[in-house]
């Protein structure tokens, strides 16, 4: 879905368009490939956005990118509530997904809704994702039939990660029934993409071909029909080892190292701030 093709390109005298939910099922459709970052605030969002991103995930990846948490199960509502505002504020034509933190719908259907409606309402965020296959679809198709975009999140589900023993890849050997149940169940309940996290290339494009909404991949491969990355991770930002299928495309942290690093040597020298920076 780049700015070259009809489902969202920007045109001068309108300002882009919106991406939707529609664009996405379109996307499939047409074999046009959908990407998605996360971002957490207005300055990222703003460069994905112009950058021609597709979607914009406000993930409780947050927890561990932003907050300074380890994983993501401690990340709230309350928490990721100014995060969202301020990403989907940013933006003119990137599609802003809210994610449902851990503790905020696993309760069952009305919980979710109450959590589904808070950040819409609240954030301006224009659909919201929560993770499991079948054990949400009750969820999922609740927060669907009260008129919210849900995108499914399937595969690894890091909210889950004690219970699946570690960063372990799903959806290999027996595990694919189960992946494929799940699949076929947010489908079913209204999800109108799913994400498909750490899991087979070849799991992943027996599910594309099988599901009618467009699946998206975080670790899947190349046969979806589009892929997600943590922008911290793809960027160059994340200390320490990053996931196999992470490709990063800058060194922001070696950029902003060697710019603090140059600043304070011209502030120790005298060198800043000189006569252009000071006022008369
Ligand atoms: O929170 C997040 O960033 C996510 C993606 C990894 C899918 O859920």
């Known amino acids: 879905m780049s700015e070259q093709n009809p489902y969202g390109g920007a045109s ?114 224009h659909a919201v994702k929560l993770e499991g296959g079948e054990r949400s679809h009750k969820q999922i198709r609740r927060i669907v039939q009260s008129g919210i975009p849900v995108m499914a999140h399937i595969g690894y589900t890091p909210q889950s990660e004690h219970g699946l023993g570690g960063h372990i890849i799903q959806g290999r050997g027996e595990g694919l029934e189960q992946l494929l149940a799940d699949a076929v169940a947010v489908q079913e309940a209204g999800a109108f993409a799913v994400v498909l996290e750490m899991v087979p290339a070849d799991a992943a494009r027996q599910i594309t071909e099988r599901l009618d909404i467009p699946t998206i991949s975080v670790g899947a491969g190349p046969h979806t029909d589009g892929q997600l990355l943590v922008w911290t991770d793809w960027a160059g930002l994340t200390p320490g080892r990053i996931p196999k299928f992470v490709k990063q495309y800058a060194d922001l942290a070696g950029v902003l190292g060697a710019a603090a690093k140059a600043w304070q040597a011209d502030v120790s020298a005298g060198v800043y701030p000189g006569p252009e920076h000071s006022y008369e």
């Open 12 to 125: 001068a005298s309108d300002g882009p368009k919106r991406v939707r939910t529609r664009h996405f099922q379109n996307a499939k459709r047409d074999g046009i490939k959908i990407t998605g970052l996360t971002s957490y605030d207005q300055l990222t969002a703003r460069i994905f956005d112009e950058a021609g991103i597709d979607f914009l995930l406000v993930g409780d990846s947050a927890g561990n990118n932003v907050l300074g948490y380890e994983t993501t199960l401690p990340v709230t509502v309350d928490e990721l509530i100014p995060l969202t505002r301020a990403v989907a504020g940013a933006v003119q034509r990137a599609f802003v997904v809210a994610d449902m933190p851990f503790g905020s719908y696993e309760n069952g259907a009305e919980e979710a809704l109450h959590t589904a409606v808070r950040f819409m309402k609240e954030t301006g965020a």
